[in-house]
């Protein structure tokens, strides 16, 4: 897919003072609308859930209605 990818853990995450999450398409809409509602199921909230400040900066087609 052409993307550079990086792994890290929960508990290195926590350690970070903010997060910022770039969003962009419709086709994120579903997964933004579970990491602002803090579902638990969501493997991106889990990871992000102890971190001090989580950012979302999404276009309109991301941003749920």
Not at 25 to 39: I, M, P, Q, V
Not at 47 to 53: D, K, W
Request: net charge neutral.
């Amino acid at each position: 897919d052409g993307r550079a990818a990086v792994s890290v853990t929960p508990d290195w995450l926590a350690q970070v003072e903010k997060i910022l999450f770039i969003v962009a398409g419709s086709d994120k809409r579903a997964a933004l609308t579970r990491l602002a509602a803090r579902d638990q199921t969501l493997i991106a909230w889990r990871a992000v859930e102890r971190c001090a400040r989580v950012e979302v900066w999404a276009d309109g087609e991301a941003w749920p209605s």
